[in-house]
């Protein structure tokens, strides 16, 4: 048993890979809560002999190190990958941009592009054979919506949900226009632009937390992956442990 650890700024996530297929069992935690106290907690009763960690989060990532007492390994651009990495600094690229690229040129090939919809909104980009050519870093949806909240007198906090018009009727309505229709025009802008200078026709994919949301209103977004963060966890850490052994 192997247990996918996916520590991202806003939650660390759990999942296990038996034989090759994730399971149905899930933990989550806020990143900001993370203890012994509170792994403790989300992991009793699961057994698993080895784990791999993908964490964007140095402070986290030491304390799930050396917490687990299983065989860990550390995703990083010095971990055996499915890709190669032809980026100019590959040290800077986070272990989350990895295992997404790993996961969507395993399981879609390449030419490839991968929205993660997260606290950011990342886009990383692979080739046709298979390799990690760069990306695209953008606020998250919840930081233009905070920060309307926080930065104004009289604009209030909102969830995000599809709005029935273009036209806001409402304080409200107007913002979540601008959340999510706005928010639209931003994704699909920096995808032409990517398209261009990538040769092929790529797949483009989507995962996390507002992917479905957002990507409902885009034709060039053909698959939605919600489990593709810990696919790729998955791949970059079954592929270091048979090199170790």
Not at 25 to 40: G, K, N, V
Not at 172 to 198: H, P
Not at 216 to 224: H, P, T
Request: charged letters at 15%; glycine letters at 8%.
């Amino acid at each position: 048993m192997h247990l996918l650890i996916d520590n991202s700024n806003t939650r660390t996530k759990f999942a296990l890979d038996h034989d090759g297929e994730l399971s149905s069992w899930r933990a989550a935690i806020p990143t900001a809560d993370l203890s012994s106290e509170a792994l403790t907690e989300a992991l009793k009763g699961q057994k698993f002999t080895h784990a791999t960690i993908c964490s964007v989060v140095p402070d986290a990532a030491s304390l799930l190190t050396e917490f687990l007492p299983a065989q860990t390994h550390l995703i990083s651009h010095q971990s055996h990958l499915p890709i190669t990495i032809d980026y100019p600094r590959p040290e800077q690229i986070g272990a989350d941009r990895l295992a997404n690229a790993a996961a969507a040129f395993q399981l879609h090939q390449g030419p490839a592009i991968v929205i993660d919809f997260g606290t950011a909104v990342t886009f990383d980009v692979i080739s046709e054979k298979g390799s990690y050519l760069g990306g695209v870093i953008a606020p998250g949806t919840a930081s233009l919506r905070n920060y309307l909240h926080t930065k104004t007198a009289l604009l209030p906090a909102i969830q995000l949900e599809e709005p029935s018009s273009a036209i806001g009727k409402s304080t409200e309505e107007a913002m979540q226009v601008g959340a999510v229709i706005g928010y639209r025009g931003l994704i699909s802008g920096i995808l032409t632009a990517v398209r261009t200078e990538l040769s092929g026709q790529p797949t483009v994919i989507a995962t996390g937390g507002d992917a479905a949301l957002i990507s409902s209103g885009l034709e060039s977004i053909k698959i939605l992956d919600h489990d593709l963060t810990l696919k790729g966890i998955q791949a970059i850490g079954r592929t270091n442990f048979e090199f170790s052994q």
